[in-house]
């Protein structure tokens, strides 16, 4: 079993930025790849980011990718999210996913956390 915690999330302006961390915790928690997907309103849950817990290799949409950064601290079990350069079509729900291989199904996930970027 692994257990997901996002927070970071909050109301920013335009051009702003916000951190996200997820906090996992499992005992097998470096079999998997952590991702971030995000939902807005009215729309379905869409890949944002990922990374592997022991190679470091990640992946990023094209919408994000130049201003997000994803990163990973082993000796806390956490992911982060580093948002810059923030846009009001990143408002969404964001939730930290445990995925069985980079890219793979989703294993697990967190109960997602608020990003609201007002312009």
């Known amino acids: 079993q692994v257990q997901l915690v996002e927070s970071g999330g909050g109301l920013v302006q335009a051009g702003g930025s916000l951190r996200l961390s997820c906090a996992a915790s499992?005992?097998?928690?470096?079999?998997?790849?952590m991702g971030w997907f995000r939902q807005a309103p009215g729309k379905e849950r869409v890949f944002v980011s990922a990374?592997?817990?022991?190679?470091?290799?990640?992946s990023y949409s094209d919408s994000v990718k130049g201003r997000f950064t994803i990163s990973r601290d082993l000796a806390k079990s956490t992911v982060y999210l580093q948002m810059n350069s923030l846009k009001p079509e990143d408002t969404a729900v964001y939730y930290c996913?445990?995925?069985?291989?980079?890219?793979?199904?989703?294993?697990?996930w967190g109960q997602g956390t608020q990003v609201t970027v007002s312009s």
């Open positions: 996913a445990a995925q069985v291989v980079l890219h793979g199904p989703t294993a697990y």
């Open positions: 499992g005992r097998t928690l470096s079999r998997y790849a």
């Open positions: 990374i592997t817990w022991s190679g470091g290799s990640t």
